[in-house]
């Protein structure tokens, strides 16, 4: 047990439809993140929220927002998306944001959703 | 050439080997290093930092080579357990904000 959750564990929509992504870590950590993982590709780190706040976002579509309305929850929004996000779609989070000691940025991830779009 | 740079394997490994592979960088600003575990459809989770003295936890050896931009992880005694995907994690630091940057990742299969 990581002391991360998402739900759902899968999601299938059609690219008109709206969905969102819900994560909430049990850990006591001040940072969370969203990741994308494809097939065959590299995790890629999609948003970062410190104490609340985006730090980091990788020039992701707007079709996707996220939102931290506190430090143990996290969402992603979704909207009008494309068959290409199809994805396993991860949160984590760390005891502290990327700005501060390294040793304090493991992380602990979820156990994903499994979107696919159609 | 791509931030972090991984050998997609897979390493077929008779069970009870030894199996060592390597996970180069390219940013020489890049100041902390991780090797996580993911198995098949399963979220990744943290196997060990590494750190420039080089670290070892059981079974698993880690070993940092800033001279040459690059992490190694050596595993003794392979089990059927091991077999999983190892990512590699190199975390740079920035002014704007730290960067973490993950690898794609190498497959290892234990075979009896």
């Known amino acids: 047990e990581t002391g991360v959750t998402q739900t759902p564990r899968h999601l299938v929509m059609g690219m008109t439809n709206k969905k969102s992504l819900k994560c909430e870590q049990h850990?006591?950590?001040?940072?969370m993140y969203w990741y994308k993982q494809s097939a065959k590709k590299p995790l890629e780190l999609m948003f970062v929220y410190s104490l609340e706040e985006r730090v980091e976002n990788n020039s992701v579509p707007s079709r996707f927002s996220p939102e931290c309305p506190n430090s143990s929850h996290l969402f992603l929004h979704l909207h009008t998306l494309q068959p290409e996000d199809s994805a396993l779609y991860l949160c984590?989070?760390?005891?502290?944001?990327?700005?501060?000691?390294?040793?304090?940025?493991?992380?602990?991830f979820g156990p994903g959703t499994r979107l696919t779009v159609l | 050439r791509k931030e972090v740079e991984q050998d997609p394997g897979p390493f077929n490994v008779p069970e009870g080997a030894t199996v060592a592979f390597n996970c180069t960088y390219s940013n020489s600003a890049s100041q902390s290093f991780f090797w996580y575990r993911q198995d098949c459809r399963k979220e990744p989770k943290l196997l060990m930092s590494v750190y420039s003295s080089g670290n070892e936890d059981g079974r698993f050896t880690a070993q940092l080579n800033r001279a040459s931009q690059y992490i190694s992880l050596l595993i003794r005694d392979s089990k059927l357990s091991d077999s999983a995907t190892y990512l590699c994690v190199v975390l740079i630091f920035k002014a704007a904000g730290n960067k973490l940057t993950f690898g794609g990742g190498t497959r290892v299969l234990v075979k009896p």
């Open positions: 850990l006591g950590h001040n940072a």
């Open positions: 984590a989070s760390s005891q502290d944001g990327p700005r501060l000691l390294a040793e304090r940025n493991e992380q602990f």
